[in-house]
């Protein structure tokens, strides 16, 4: 089983809808990201999680907004989507072990299969 | 603040020759370095890291890439090619004191049979 999932992989939807995107881990780990991809444009980061209790803007935030629901879940919402949302998102994760050792080097990034979105 | 340059948008290769990627970052504190792949269709898996120690980084598939600090370059290199190697190359920074990491905007790679 894969350890980082994204549901959907795919979604089209129309201008003006409230999307989620939702990401799951297996690896234990206490940081988790959210990232958009456009054609020479690379990976750009939305927001980032380092615990449950902490949510960071990156640096495309607006029109966005996340829920870190657990360790292990966090999700990025488009409260009114729009043409210029079309992108292929990515969910990444990283950090030590929930319960690992303090002070471990922050590490690899280890990313989903990508959701592919598309508003009309 | 943290930059990454990535000098190629597209670079095609015939199979079996040499390559290199470019890769510059820009930044006021220490970092740590990556190089990831993405495959069509697939995310992003890494490929090299620089965290410390040795400049000279070896990876999987046969890369390695060299951490260069005073020319703030980390270079993708391969000595020959396969066909299997096109796709995406991503470097990547991350600061010492945090964990966000900054992408370039990705170099083409496509291996000519």
């Known amino acids: 089983d894969a350890d980082v999932t994204q549901t959907p992989r795919n979604r089209i939807t129309k201008t003006g809808k409230r999307i989620m995107l939702e990401c799951s881990q297996t690896k234990g780990h206490d940081r988790m990201y959210w990232y958009r991809q456009d054609p020479g444009l690379g990976l750009r980061l939305i927001y980032y999680?380092?615990?449950?209790?902490?949510?960071n803007k990156g640096e495309i935030s607006d029109g966005y907004s996340v829920s870190r629901q657990a360790q292990a879940k966090f999700s990025l919402s488009l409260e009114s989507a729009i043409p210029n949302q079309t992108a292929l998102y990515f969910c990444?994760?990283?950090?030590?072990?929930?319960?690992?050792?303090?002070?471990?080097?922050?590490?690899?990034?280890?990313f989903g299969p990508g959701t592919r979105l598309t508003v009309l | 603040a943290q930059s990454v340059t990535q000098l190629d948008s597209q670079v095609p290769v015939f199979e079996e020759a040499p390559v290199e990627l470019r890769c510059n970052y820009s930044s006021s504190v220490s970092v740590y370095l990556f190089w990831y792949v993405q495959y069509p269709n697939q995310g992003l898996q890494l490929l090299l890291k620089?965290?410390?120690?040795?400049?000279l980084v070896k990876g999987i598939n046969g890369f390695e890439a060299e951490f260069n600090k005073s020319q703030t370059s980390f270079h993708l290199r391969k000595p020959s090619v396969h066909i299997s190697d096109t796709a995406e190359y991503f470097c990547a920074v991350s600061r010492f004191t945090g964990n966000q990491f900054y992408f370039g905007t990705g170099t083409s790679l496509t291996v000519i049979p």
């Open positions: 620089y965290l410390s120690g040795s400049t």
């Open positions: 999680s380092f615990d449950v209790k902490d949510i």
């Open positions: 990444a994760t990283s950090g030590r072990k929930t319960g690992g050792l303090a002070g471990a080097l922050p590490d690899t990034q280890y």
